[in-house]
C-alpha cells in the first residue's frame, strides 16, 4: 500500500506554515516570533493558577460568553459582533472555509483569497488548504497601502474577492496604515474584508469603528502579541453579526480551552497594566530604530513590536546566521520581497543592548 496514496492531493502537495522556532538554548536571545517581552499581569497568572482544579473536568462556556460580554463592553458592541477563537489563526481559517469557494466549485471572484505582498505568511497557507484561489498585490513604496484608484489602475485587485486581508499595522513591515486611508478601501471593497489588527496597541490609529460601520468589514485581534498571551492561544474577531454567526456555526463546539477564557478575562479586567508594557515595547522600539539607523541599516518605520531593518556589509541571510552563532534569534523570509530585511521582534531594552553589542562586533568583524 501507498500510503501518499490515501492522502488528498491538495494535501500532499501543501506548503505548510513555517512557524518561527522555539529552541531550547540556553542563554538565547529570542527575537523571532514577536513574543512580547514582559510576562502577563501578575493577576492573570493567579486567575489561571486559581482555576486549575477539580473543574477540569468539565467542559468550558461553548460560546466564551463571559469574554465576549467583556470584549463587547470594551469596544462598544454587541455581543453578537464578537466571535472568540484558539488563537485569530483559528478564526482567519474560518473566515476562508466561511466566505470562499473553493476553486473546483466556483471559479472568479467567489473562490478568491486576496491580500497584499509582503503580508503575514499564513495567508497563503489557509487559501491553498480550502483549495481556494490567492489573489496577491505588492505593497507600495515603503510598504504603503495602495490607494483604490491605484488599485483599479493597477487591475490586479479584485474588489469584489470573496475575502481579502489587510495587515493593519502590516507584519513583517511594521508600516502602520490610517483608519481614513484604509476606510477607502473599506468603502470600495464589496467582498469581506478583514483588517488584521494583530499588532494594533503598538500602533497610532485602530480601525475598530470600521467593522461597525461597514458591513463586510471584520477586525481581526488577538491577545498573544500585546497581552502577553501566545502560549493560551485566543483571538477574536469583530463584525457584523451576520457575518460572526457564519463563523460561529462552523467552530469547534468548545473552540477556546477554559484556562485560555481564564486568562483572557482576567487580562481585560487589569488594561492598566498592559498599557504600561506598549509604552515600554514603544520606547525601546525607537531606540532600537535609531541606534539601527545610525549603524548604517535602512530601518522601516514600525508601529509593532518588531522592526524591518535592510541590513549593511553582509546580506541578511548571512546576518541571521551571524546573529545566530551568538545566540540571537531573528527572523528572516526568503521571499523577494522580503529577503534583504531581516525582522526583529523588541525585546526588553537589556535584549535590545545585547542585541545592538552583537551587530557592533559583527560590523567591526
Ligand atoms: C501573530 C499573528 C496572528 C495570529 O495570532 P494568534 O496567536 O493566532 O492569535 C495573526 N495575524 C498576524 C498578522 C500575526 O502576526
Same mark, same amino acid.
Given at each position: 500500500?501507498?500510503?501518499?496514496?490515501?492522502?488528498?492531493p491538495l494535501v500532499r502537495e501543501l506548503h505548510a506554515y #513555517?512557524?518561527?522556532?522555539?529552541? *531550547?538554548?540556553?542563554?538565547?536571545?529570542? $527575537?523571532? =516570533?514577536?513574543e512580547n517581552p514582559y510576562p502577563p499581569s501578575p493577576k492573570v497568572l493567579s486567575a489561571v493558577k486559581k482555576a486549575v482544579d477539580g473543574r477540569f473536568r468539565l467542559y468550558p462556556n461553548p460560546t466564551s460568553q463571559p469574554l465576549r460580554q467583556k470584549l463587547a463592553a470594551i469596544h462598544g458592541c454587541g455581543t453578537e459582533n464578537v466571535i472568540v477563537g484558539n488563537g485569530s489563526d483559528e478564526l482567519l481559517a474560518l473566515a476562508i472555509r466561511a466566505f470562499v469557494e473553493p476553486a473546483e466549485v466556483s471559479k472568479g471572484s467567489r473562490s478568491i483569497v486576496q491580500y497584499f505582498t509582503p503580508s503575514y505568511s499564513l495567508y497563503p497557507v489557509l487559501a491553498d488548504t480550502h483549495g481556494a484561489t490567492k489573489n496577491t498585490v505588492p505593497l507600495g513604496k515603503h510598504f504603503a497601502l495602495p490607494t483604490p484608484s491605484e488599485l483599479k489602475r493597477g487591475k490586479q485587485w479584485d474588489f469584489k474577492a470573496a475575502l481579502s486581508f489587510v495587515t493593519t499595522p502590516n507584519a513583517p513591515s511594521g508600516?502602520? %496604515?490610517?483608519? !481614513?486611508? $484604509?476606510?477607502?478601501?473599506? *468603502? +470600495?471593497?464589496k467582498g469581506v $474584508? /478583514?483588517?488584521?489588527? !494583530?499588532? &494594533?496597541?503598538? +500602533? *497610532?490609529?485602530?480601525? $475598530?469603528?470600521? !467593522?461597525?460601520? %461597514?458591513?463586510? &468589514?471584520?477586525?481581526?485581534? =488577538?491577545?498573544?502579541?500585546? %497581552?502577553?498571551l501566545c502560549f493560551q492561544r485566543v483571538g477574536y474577531f469583530i463584525g457584523h453579526p451576520e457575518l460572526i454567526s457564519a463563523l460561529d456555526k462552523i467552530r469547534d463546539s468548545y473552540n477556546v480551552n477554559g484556562l485560555g477564557q481564564v486568562a483572557a478575562v482576567a487580562t481585560l479586567d487589569d488594561l492598566e497594566f498592559y498599557r504600561g508594557n506598549f509604552k515600554k515595547v514603544i520606547a525601546t522600539r525607537e531606540r532600537l530604530s535609531s541606534e539601527l539607523a545610525s549603524?548604517? @541599516?535602512? &530601518?522601516?518605520?514600525?508601529?509593532?513590536?518588531? #522592526? @524591518?531593518?535592510?541590513p549593511v556589509k553582509f546580506s541578511a541571510q548571512e546576518w541571521l546566521k551571524k546573529l545566530r552563532d551568538r545566540k540571537i534569534l531573528v527572523r528572516w523570509?526568503?521571499?523577494?520581497?522580503?529577503?534583504? @530585511?531581516?525582522? /526583529? =521582534?523588541?525585546? =526588553?531594552?537589556?535584549? +535590545?543592548? !545585547?542585541?545592538?553589542?552583537? &551587530?557592533?562586533?559583527?560590523?567591526?568583524?
Amino acid at each position: 500500500m501507498k500510503i501518499a496514496n490515501l492522502i488528498r492531493p491538495l494535501v500532499r502537495e501543501l506548503h505548510a506554515y #513555517v512557524p518561527g522556532e522555539q529552541p *531550547k538554548i540556553a542563554g538565547l536571545i529570542k $527575537l523571532n =516570533t514577536n513574543e512580547n517581552p514582559y510576562p502577563p499581569s501578575p493577576k492573570v497568572l493567579s486567575a489561571v493558577k486559581k482555576a486549575v482544579d477539580g473543574r477540569f473536568r468539565l467542559y468550558p462556556n461553548p460560546t466564551s460568553q463571559p469574554l465576549r460580554q467583556k470584549l463587547a463592553a470594551i469596544h462598544g458592541c454587541g455581543t453578537e459582533n464578537v466571535i472568540v477563537g484558539n488563537g485569530s489563526d483559528e478564526l482567519l481559517a474560518l473566515a476562508i472555509r466561511a466566505f470562499v469557494e473553493p476553486a473546483e466549485v466556483s471559479k472568479g471572484s467567489r473562490s478568491i483569497v486576496q491580500y497584499f505582498t509582503p503580508s503575514y505568511s499564513l495567508y497563503p497557507v489557509l487559501a491553498d488548504t480550502h483549495g481556494a484561489t490567492k489573489n496577491t498585490v505588492p505593497l507600495g513604496k515603503h510598504f504603503a497601502l495602495p490607494t483604490p484608484s491605484e488599485l483599479k489602475r493597477g487591475k490586479q485587485w479584485d474588489f469584489k474577492a470573496a475575502l481579502s486581508f489587510v495587515t493593519t499595522p502590516n507584519a513583517p513591515s511594521g508600516r502602520g %496604515y490610517g483608519r !481614513a486611508e $484604509l476606510e477607502e478601501l473599506c *468603502k +470600495a471593497q464589496k467582498g469581506v $474584508l /478583514i483588517l488584521d489588527e !494583530a499588532y &494594533v496597541d503598538f +500602533a *497610532k490609529e485602530n480601525a $475598530l469603528e470600521l !467593522a461597525l460601520k %461597514y458591513p463586510n &468589514v471584520i477586525i481581526s485581534r =488577538t491577545f498573544s502579541k500585546a %497581552y502577553s498571551l501566545c502560549f493560551q492561544r485566543v483571538g477574536y474577531f469583530i463584525g457584523h453579526p451576520e457575518l460572526i454567526s457564519a463563523l460561529d456555526k462552523i467552530r469547534d463546539s468548545y473552540n477556546v480551552n477554559g484556562l485560555g477564557q481564564v486568562a483572557a478575562v482576567a487580562t481585560l479586567d487589569d488594561l492598566e497594566f498592559y498599557r504600561g508594557n506598549f509604552k515600554k515595547v514603544i520606547a525601546t522600539r525607537e531606540r532600537l530604530s535609531s541606534e539601527l539607523a545610525s549603524l548604517g @541599516f535602512t &530601518v522601516s518605520p514600525s508601529e509593532a513590536n518588531f #522592526v @524591518f531593518a535592510k541590513p549593511v556589509k553582509f546580506s541578511a541571510q548571512e546576518w541571521l546566521k551571524k546573529l545566530r552563532d551568538r545566540k540571537i534569534l531573528v527572523r528572516w523570509f526568503g521571499y523577494p520581497e522580503t529577503k534583504d @530585511f531581516l525582522r /526583529i =521582534t523588541i525585546g =526588553t531594552d537589556k535584549e +535590545a543592548d !545585547a542585541f545592538l553589542r552583537a &551587530v557592533r562586533q559583527i560590523l567591526a568583524k
